[in-house]
């Protein structure tokens, strides 16, 4: 059973305060992603990474950074929170199937920005 | 760019079909998806339907694919009240595993 763990539920940080937030795959998958999640939104890719110490900025990279040091750990940061960062974070890794891919998510972290 | 748009808001009566629509503009999509998120959980793989099949069956779920309108549906037989979740439709982008995913539709089942 593929699991996809992220490091908290919920998280609570003032304002330009240093935010770290992790994930972990166990199944041994390239490819990781983090994404944000907005009301009306939908999903929005921040970041992603194909291998170890491999990123790829995604469509809202402003704000954010990641780092890729093993293969089964793929950790955001947020340099200097700000409150429209306030939002739900989700960590996803994938699976090669048949010529497609198979995303599988984390539970997610909720973060308010104060 | 590439582009997924979905209805925001579903809300049906339990044992009606709900139909879930979305539309997208990449043709060079080679899968579609579904996912179901459930309140303050992650989100669930569903069902995919690769591009070159028009329909596919999965116990309750039918998807519906029209390549030509790009035009992507989800059918839900018989909704149950654990049903009530967000349903996102989803197309990949390139060979890398990523997603464009649409704005989600909040599916709302009532007794």
């Known amino acids: 059973d593929v699991k996809v763990t992220q490091s908290s539920r919920y998280l609570v940080k003032r304002t330009g305060e240093k935010v770290f937030l992790e994930c972990v795959q166990d199944?041994?998958?390239?490819?990781m992603f983090w994404y944000r999640q907005d009301p009306g939104l939908g999903l929005r890719l921040i970041y992603f990474s194909y291998d170890v110490k491999m990123k790829e900025k995604g469509d809202i990279p402003e704000g954010y950074s990641v780092s890729r040091e093993k293969k089964e750990r793929f950790s955001l940061i947020l340099e200097s929170a700000s409150t429209n960062q306030t939002s739900m974070y989700l960590c996803?890794?994938?699976?090669?199937?048949?010529?497609?891919?198979?995303?599988?998510f984390g539970p997610g972290t909720r973060l308010t920005v104060t | 760019g590439e582009d997924v748009e979905q209805s925001l808001f579903l809300s049906v009566r339990e044992g009606d079909s709900s139909v879930i629509n979305c539309t997208y503009t990449?043709?060079?999509?080679?899968?579609l998806y579904w996912y179901k998120q459930e309140p303050g959980a992650g989100l669930q793989l569903l069902t995919y339907i690769f591009s070159n099949m028009d329909m596919k069956q999965d116990q309750r779920l039918t998807v519906l694919l029209n390549k030509k309108d790009k035009h992507l549906s989800l059918r839900i037989a018989d909704t149950q009240t654990g049903d009530s979740a967000i349903y996102f439709c989803a197309e990949t982008s390139g060979n890398t595993g990523k997603l464009i995913f649409g704005q989600g539709t909040t599916l709302q089942v009532k007794p």
């Open positions: 996803a890794s994938s699976l090669r199937v048949a010529g497609g891919y198979e995303q599988y």
């Open positions: 199944m041994d998958h390239e490819n």
């Open positions: 990449d043709s060079s999509s080679t899968y």
